[in-house]
C-alpha cells in the first residue's frame, strides 16, 4: 500500500511540475518574442558542433527549454545560408562529437566544404580531439588547439557486446533463429565473442572506415595518404606535438581566435543567433517536395518520437504520410531520409508497398542517414536513387527471430510454471520452453519464406537477380561506400544530394527554389503545452514513477516490446565505433 500511495503522490507531483513548467515556458515565449537579432556587416559565425544530432526535432516540452539543439538538416542549412550571406565572412567550428556515426560527420563536413568554395575560410578550435572530431577540423583552412589539450589521432577500434555468459547466469536461454551467416543480431545474445562471419564483416567495416578517415584528413591537411597512416600510426599527440608533426596550426585559447587571421576584425555571431536571423521557416515556392524521416526502430502501428524507450517508426503513421503526399498535385517528388536499423519485417513490407504505389506516380528518392539497414534497407528498395554516405551502415539484408527462455530463471526464485494447451504447435512461443524440433522446423521454414521474399524486393527494386542479391546479402553490413560498388547504393552523398536528385528527376529547374514539404510537422505551440510530455504521456508518466533499476530494465527491453511474439525481425546489431 505504501508503494502504491509513494507511485500515487510521485505521479501527482509530475502533473504538477509539469502544468508549472508549462506556465513559465508560455510566460518566456511570450516575453521574449520580439525583433530577431541583426547580423553584423562583418560577421564571424561560431558554430558548437556537438553531435550526434537528431534527424526530427524532439517533440516534448522539456525538448523546448532553453536553447533547442539544431537537427542535423537545420545545422547544415545554418551553414548553407552562411555561405550566401555576404555579412558573413568567415565560419568558426568547435567539434565535440563523441558518439555520432561517420555519415552524420561526413555529412556536416560536406557543408563546411562547400562553404569553403564560396571563398570563405573555416577555423576549427579543439580542446581536445579523438577521429571524428579531428575529420572534421581537417576540413578547416587553420586549426586551433589548446596548450593543454590532445588529438587522440591512433586509429579505429569497433567494438561489441556479448550477453550470453549473463543470460547463462540469470537462467535465460536465448532460443534465437537467423537466416544468413552475417545475420548476427541474434549474436549479441547467443554468442559470447565474435564467430568467424562476425569478425570477419566487422574487420571490414572498420577497415573501410579507417580508409575514409585517411582520405578525409590527407584531403583537408594537404598530405599524402601513406604520411597521413604514418602519423596516425605514431599517434595520440600533446598538443605541442600535434603542432610539430603538422596536425594543427597554432596552439591557442578560444578567447584568442578573433586577435588573429582570418576572424581579426569581425564580430562574433553564434549559431542560434544567426538561425534565429535569418531563418524564417521555408520558402514558399510554386514547386514542392515532400521530405518524410524514416526514423528509429520499424514497428506496426504509430510512430513514436518521444518514447522514453527509443524512437519508433510506425508503419501506419508513415504509410498515411505516403498516401498523403503521393495524391497531393503540388507535389512533384518524394524524398525517404531513412535513419533506421529495421525492425518488424511485416511493418517493412507494408512501408515497402506503399512507396512502390508511390513510386508509379512521382519519383522517390532515399537519402540514408547513419544507418539504414536490414528493415531499413528493405524499405528504400522501392526508390529510383539511393543516396548514402560513404561511412553510412546499410545491407543487412537478412532475418532473425526467436525467443528468450525464462523458465531456470523463475526456478532459481522458486517458482513453478505448469501449462495446458490444445493444438500441436500451440506452445511454440511459450517463454517456458525451448523450441522442440517440429517447432524449429516450422519457424526455420517462415524465416527462410522472409528472408527469399526480402531478396526478391531486393532484386526487383536494384535491377538484379535474386541469386545476385543473395551473394551480397546473408545478413552482411556494409558501408555506403562498399554498397554502392556493389550496386546495393546509387550515389554517395547527403540529403542535399538527394534533394537536387528529386528536382532533377522532377523536372524542376536546379538553381529554382523549391518548398520542402517534411513529415513528421514540427508540433505548435499550443500542441506541445496541450501534451508536454510527449504524444506518448501516459508510458512517460509510468516510466517516470518507477524507481531507477526498473526503469533500467524497461529501456533495455524497449525494442523486443515493439514486436508480436514470434514475429520474423529485419534487425541489425549495435556496433561502437571508437
Not at 500500500?1 to 510566460?27: E, K, T
Amino acid at each position: 500500500m505504501a508503494s502504491s500511495r509513494r507511485g500515487v503522490l510521485i505521479i501527482i507531483l509530475v502533473l504538477v511540475l509539469v502544468v508549472c513548467v508549462s506556465a513559465v515556458s508560455l510566460f518566456l515565449l511570450t516575453v521574449t518574442a520580439g525583433a530577431p537579432p541583426t547580423v553584423p556587416s562583418e560577421a564571424a559565425l561560431y558554430l558548437k558542433l556537438n553531435g550526434p544530432w537528431d534527424e526530427v526535432a524532439r517533440m516534448d516540452l522539456f525538448s523546448q527549454l532553453g536553447e533547442p539543439s539544431p537537427t542535423l538538416r537545420e545545422l547544415i542549412a545554418s551553414i548553407r545560408r552562411a555561405k550566401r550571406d555576404a555579412r558573413v565572412k568567415t565560419l568558426v567550428i568547435t567539434p565535440s562529437v563523441e558518439g555520432a556515426l561517420w555519415a552524420q560527420i561526413q555529412e556536416l563536413r560536406a557543408a563546411i566544404d562547400d562553404f569553403r568554395s564560396a571563398g570563405k575560410p573555416v577555423v576549427a578550435y579543439l580542446e581536445a580531439g579523438g577521429p571524428q572530431e579531428y575529420y572534421l577540423a581537417s576540413a578547416a583552412n587553420k586549426i586551433i588547439l589548446m596548450p593543454a589539450g590532445a588529438i587522440d589521432l591512433s586509429g579505429l577500434a569497433t567494438y561489441e557486446l556479448f550477453f550470453r555468459g549473463a543470460l547463462d547466469k540469470i537462467g535465460v536461454y536465448p532460443d534465437l533463429l537467423h537466416i544468413g551467416d552475417y545475420k548476427t543480431a541474434s549474436n549479441t545474445f547467443t554468442e559470447k565473442g565474435f564467430t568467424t562471419a562476425h569478425k570477419e564483416m566487422s574487420k571490414s567495416l572498420n577497415s573501410d572506415w579507417f580508409g575514409q578517415l585517411v582520405t578525409g584528413i590527407a584531403e583537408g591537411r594537404k598530405r599524402p595518404e601513406a604520411e597521413v597512416r604514418k602519423l596516425i600510426d605514431s599517434g595520440p599527440y600533446l598538443a605541442e606535438e600535434a603542432k610539430n608533426a603538422g596536425l594543427v596550426d597554432v596552439l591557442g585559447y578560444e578567447d584568442q581566435i578573433d586577435k588573429a587571421p582570418p576572424v581579426q576584425g569581425t564580430t562574433k555571431m553564434d549559431g542560434d543567433a544567426y538561425e534565429r536571423a535569418t531563418n524564417f521557416g521555408g520558402a514558399f515556392a510554386s514547386n514542392r517536395i515532400a521530405l518524410l524521416y524514416a526514423v528509429g526502430t520499424i514497428a506496426s502501428g504509430k510512430s513514436s518520437f518521444d518514447s522514453p524507450g527509443a524512437t519508433v517508426l510506425g508503419s501506419d503513421t508513415f504509410d498515411q504520410w505516403v498516401r498523403k503526399v503521393r495524391v497531393d498535385p503540388s507535389v512533384r517528388a518524394i524524398v525517404v531520409r531513412i535513419d533506421s536499423p529495421g525492425g518488424s519485417a511485416i511493418a517493412s513490407d507494408a512501408i515497402w508497398r506503399e512507396l512502390m504505389l508511390a513510386r508509379d506516380v512521382k519519383p522517390v528518392i532515399v537519402s540514408m542517414g547513419d544507418v539504414a539497414a536490414s528493415g531499413g534497407y528493405y524499405m528504400a528498395v522501392p526508390a529510383h536513387v539511393i543516396v548514402a554516405e560513404p561511412g553510412t551502415i546499410t545491407g543487412s539484408i537478412g532475418v532473425v527471430t526467436g525467443k528468450f527462455v525464462v523458465k531456470d530463471t523463475l526456478e532459481k526464485l522458486g517458482i513453478g510454471v505448469d501449462s495446458v494447451s490444445d493444438g500441436r504447435l500451440a506452445e511454440i512461443n511459450s517463454p517456458f520452453k525451448p523450441f522442440s524440433k517440429d517447432e524449429r522446423a516450422r519457424i526455420e521454414s517462415q524465416l527462410q519464406s522472409t528472408y527469399e521474399l526480402f531478396l526478391s524486393r531486393v532484386a526487383e527494386g536494384r535491377h538484379l537477380t535474386t541469386a545476385k542479391v543473395d551473394t551480397m546479402a546473408q545478413g552482411r553490413v556494409w558501408t555506403g561506400h562498399q554498397a554502392k560498388d556493389l550496386g546495393l547504393v546509387d550515389e554517395l552523398g547527403g540529403l542535399d544530394t538527394a534533394l537536387q536528385i528529386a528536382k532533377q528527376r522532377a523536372k524542376i529547374d536546379p538553381k529554382s527554389e523549391v518548398e520542402l514539404v517534411v513529415y513528421p510537422a514540427k508540433r505548435s505551440l499550443f500542441e506541445v503545452l496541450s501534451n508536454p510530455l510527449g504524444r506518448n504521456a501516459d508510458s512517460g508518466l509510468s516510466v517516470l514513477a518507477r524507481p531507477r533499476d526498473a526503469r533500467i530494465v524497461d529501456a533495455a527491453l524497449a525494442m523486443l516490446r515493439l514486436f508480436r511474439r514470434g514475429e520474423p525481425l529485419t534487425l541489425m546489431p549495435n556496433v561502437f565505433v571508437n
